[in-house]
């Protein structure tokens, strides 16, 4: 990295001579304009609209205009204003750093101490670190009067330039002054949705989307020419994007929901289920292999009274006798038993109503619920 400034943090009577490094870079792909008829390079010159000459940019001075009148200010005349003169960083206030609006926050630089003893560096550093604040800070760079506030990362003193406070417009919304009304139960799935999407931050684990696609862009274009075809490239149609259905809120919630809770559960093994399902879905046994279809109802049978801990005989067969994908509802009906909690959890399944119908009025529930499990758990769940 290269200084691009020297001076002095000012620390009481404490002086900290510091070179300043500008903390941030841009990695965006430049690009130009050229002419589209024949990709001839546009460039723009400094041309005078009195003698229309073009000017080199060291004959150019800055200006001002006021009711008509031009004030013309020479490069030597800006410098000699005391303020661009300064090389000194003056430390001005001490704050807690809660009290300081990111939307504020300019421009990042790194201080180096530019002595031979970085005692005083270190002394500042750790004044900081003591009082666990943010001290404000007064200096001129780039023909401005800047403010900031020097804080520390990872040992090193930073200096984040502010902007000043009338620089920063006021946010007056006629439209958030209507009476909102929010539900209950819309502010109970915001905050389940904030909950299932809660994590720690991790700058690495995002990337600049449009920067690698425009690299790609560039790459197919180097290779293919204007043969390029970016629906082909990218998987979609040029300009798409952003579009969608306009849902309610309460089920763009839900569906929100629904989305995180299944991506975590495919995460971990299980089924996805539905915020709408009942408590006692289980979807185990809908996914056994069709060379046991006898056992299968059994053991299915058996591990659903296992986990409830009641007589969940009826809520086991109908697992085995329903498709893999439709055994939500997680109820089975047992294995030759015709009972009030088999009648009911076939009514609940709309899709496996006719399987589970046709078991209960067979004395031979067994050889139903094979037979269906030979034929529909061909998809695992």
Known sequence: MRAIWKGAIAFGLVNVPVKVYSATEDHDISLHQVHNADGGRIRYQRRCEVCSQVIDYSDIEKAYEE????VIL????????????????EVVQFVPSEQLEPMMFEKSYYLEPDSKSPKAYVLLRRALEDTDRVAIVQFALREKTRLGALRIKDDV?????????????????????????ISAQERDMSAALVESMAA???????TDDYQVQLRQLIEAKLEQGESLDTEETFGVEAGEGGKGEVIDLMEALKRSLDRKRGGSDAAGGSSGKDSGDEAGSDDEGAAKPARERSTAAKSTAAAAEESTGTAGK???????????????TGTAKSSGTKTAATKSAAAKSGTAKS???????????????????????????
Do not use: C, M, Y
Not at 200 to 206: K, Q, T, V, Y
């Open 67 to 70: 009711d008509g009148r031009t």
């Open 200 to 206: 720690d931050f991790d700058p690495a684990s995002f």
């Open 74 to 89: 020479a490069k030597d005349e800006l410098k000699a204003i005391p303020a661009e003169n300064s090389h000194e960083i």
């Open 355 to 381: 399987a589970v119908a046709k078991a209960a009025d067979k004395p031979a529930a067994k050889t139903t619920a094979a037979k269906a499990t030979g034929t529909r758990a061909r998809k695992p769940a």
């Open 157 to 181: 003193l930073v200096l984040q330039s502010l902007l000043w406070p009338d620089e920063v417009r006021e946010a007056n919304f006629p439209s958030l002054e209507a009476d909102v009304r």
């Open 314 to 328: 009826s809520s086991a067969a109908k697992s085995t006798g329903t498709k893999a994908g439709t055994a939500k």
